[in-house]
């Protein structure tokens, strides 16, 4: 039995869909079980949609259109074409409501936005049965997913590596022979509320899926080709990473591969189920393998990401040379302030620091005025190599000898303590040149 996630862009319209279904079929003697987002840019339709409510408007047009046209596209029966309309009936119920109380909690909003993974598991579900292939859709909760209650960002609950394998034991034995389609990003608490896991999550329902089921493999299909040494729009000549570890992929997440939600690697690691990323254009080919360790001889990087925007601020101790606390004393006006801190570097009197641009700086600022002086920089990017740390001073020495060539003097360095990252931090406008820097210096 293997896991198939696909994400909205791969069911983003009818067309799309059929492919994905073609896929499926050519897949079905591995006993898929299929883990879908909403389709294309849904989840953004719908929050925008649940901020028009709270000003008073109810206009959610584009996605029952969206979804309307796909069904008539696929030729869905009667059934199928009842199920999407009961719910987006319901939907536009709820917007009704939220744009007559003005007010909208993260219980609603989440709530709000799982119609888009519901409507795309019912669409895609009848016309695979359509087409000849039993299948069935179910919502998350159906299928054992139980989470806290930590609305927009929950976690899913420990039993789920129970519940999961009881509510789908007869697609795990194989007495059950439809294709189940299963809602990616959504579960619900134990109080019956509807919850999602954080944008992307549904990455994460697949893996545990796969993970609490003992899958053989867990797919996730993109449009590119596995993950890549490098974002392909910055070079060219980015290519397949053929296998990468759970840390190294959790690692990519971080720095800004948008290829895996970077929760989603911690339930396959800890069942050790491998996981292929794979691109729904070149089915063929083998894409990028996830596993726990390497084998045999691989260059020391595995790819390199970057994050733009970021703020960089450089803070001198005045006062506290020698002392102890200074770090602690800084961590926690940091968290005083609720802002989170990315990459950092520190020496016994000064701390280099990256914040999201967006955080507001200015009390921090203040705060900080009487032990340090402090700099902020902002429309900074970190450009993270991504490699085996065991053999950084050789993977050091080549990155800075690439880089001094053109010219490029990194504002901060700083090595991860996973040891699987080593982080740079330039301006925004040296981004690119960076990373083609370094991308030609490992692979090209
Ligand atoms: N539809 C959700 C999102 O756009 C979840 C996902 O795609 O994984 O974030
Ligand atoms: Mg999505």
């Not at 409501?97 to 909208?104: D, F, P, Q, V, Y």
């Not at 016994?348 to 032990?371: C, F, K, M, P």
Request: aromatic share 6%.
């Amino acid at each position: 039995m293997i896991v198939m996630k696909f994400g909205g862009s791969s069911v983003a319209d009818a067309e799309r869909i059929r492919h994905v279904a073609s896929i499926i079929k050519a897949y079905k003697d591995k006993r898929p079980i299929v883990v879908l987002s909403a389709m294309g840019d849904t989840t953004d339709h719908l929050l925008a949609a649940a901020d028009e409510a709270v000003a008073g408007r109810v206009d959610i047009s584009c996605v029952e259109t969206l979804h309307r046209q796909t069904a008539a596209a696929l030729g869905l029966g009667e059934k199928a074409l009842k199920d999407t309309e009961s719910l987006l009936c319901e939907l536009h119920a709820l917007l009704t409501g939220i744009s007559m109380i003005r007010e909208l909690t993260k219980r609603t909003r989440d709530y709000l936005v799982s119609f888009g993974e519901r409507l795309s598991v019912r669409i895609a579900a009848a016309f695979l049965e359509q087409e000849g292939v039993p299948a069935r859709f179910y919502d998350a909760w159906d299928a054992g997913f139980i989470s806290d209650s930590a609305f927009m960002n929950a976690e899913l609950c420990d039993e789920v590596w129970n519940t999961i394998p009881e509510a789908l034991a007869a697609y795990k034995n194989g007495t059950q022979k439809e294709i189940p389609f299963v809602t990616g990003f959504i579960a619900k608490d134990k109080k019956g509320n509807i919850t999602t896991l954080g944008r992307g999550g549904s990455d994460l329902t697949a893996t545990m899926l796969g993970a609490a089921l003992g899958a053989e493999e867990i797919q996730t299909w993109k449009d590119v080709d596995g993950i890549l040494t490098a974002d392909p729009r910055i070079v060219a000549q980015a290519k397949t990473v053929p296998l990468v570890t759970y840390e190294e992929a959790a690692e990519l997440a971080y720095f800004g591969a948008q290829i895996l939600h970077p929760r989603s690697m911690a339930p396959c690691r800890k069942a050790g189920i491998p996981v292929r990323v794979k691109n729904s254009y070149n089915i063929d080919f083998k894409g990028s393998l996830v596993v726990e360790k390497h084998e045999g001889e691989l260059s020391p990087v595995r790819a390199i990401t970057a994050v733009k925007n970021s703020t960089l601020i450089d803070i001198v101790s005045t006062r506290m040379l020698g002392a102890s606390g200074f770090l602690a004393h800084i961590f926690n006006l940091f968290l005083k302030r609720d802002i989170s801190i990315d990459v950092i570097a520190t020496s016994e009197v000064s701390v280099s620091l990256t914040v999201n641009t967006g955080a507001d700086l200015s009390g921090l600022v203040e705060d900080l005025r009487g032990i340090a002086e402090t700099q902020v920089k902002t429309n900074r990017s970190i450009v993270t190599l991504i490699c085996d740390a065991a053999h950084s001073s050789s993977i050091l020495a080549s990155a800075f000898a690439a880089l001094a060539k053109e010219n490029i003097n990194p504002e901060m360095i700083s090595q991860g303590a996973s040891k699987v990252n080593v982080s740079l931090v330039c301006a925004n406008n040296l981004a690119d040149k960076t990373v083609r820097t370094l991308h030609a210096a490992f692979f090209e």
